[in-house]
């Protein structure tokens, strides 16, 4: 499951990411993006999505900053079609903060059972 999010202009000065996973939010709220056999698969993949895009945000991260710095000196002659490309980054730290806090919960908890029928 994956939380919800906001804008987190804070955290954009502490990592970059500029986003805040509302944890705390009811389960209602998250969103769910798989479905695994066991806790431990799912345990598996969580950590493995996390790891991978927790290495790619550090290559986007670099990038954002070395064309940050050629923009505030004014030697980056294409400084005004990053403008998209601050939304891609935006969008995808979001994925990061979303995936860096998502949760494995059990299947009863997104999919209460149903009552018996009766007999």
């Known amino acids: 499951m994956l939380p919800p ?4 202009p804070k955290d954009r000065a502490k ?3 500029g986003w805040r996973a509302v944890t705390d939010a009811p389960l209602s709220k998250w969103d769910q993006v ?3 056999d066991t806790a431990a698969k799912c345990e598996a ?4 999505d996390a790891s991978l895009y927790a290495k790619l ?5 670099d990038r954002r900053i070395r064309r940050e710095a050629k923009q505030a000196k004014g030697t980056d002659p294409a400084a005004s079609a990053h403008t998209e490309m601050r939304k891609v980054e935006d969008d995808f730290s979001r994925v990061v903060v979303e995936y860096r806090d998502a949760r494995c919960v059990p299947a009863e908890a997104v999919y209460p059972p149903h009552p018996a029928a009766p007999k």
């Open 15 to 17: 990592e970059g990411l």
């Open 45 to 48: 993949a969580k950590a493995g």
């Open 34 to 36: 798989e479905a695994y």
């Open 57 to 61: 945000w550090g290559g986007f991260r």
């Open 5 to 8: 999010t906001v804008e987190n």
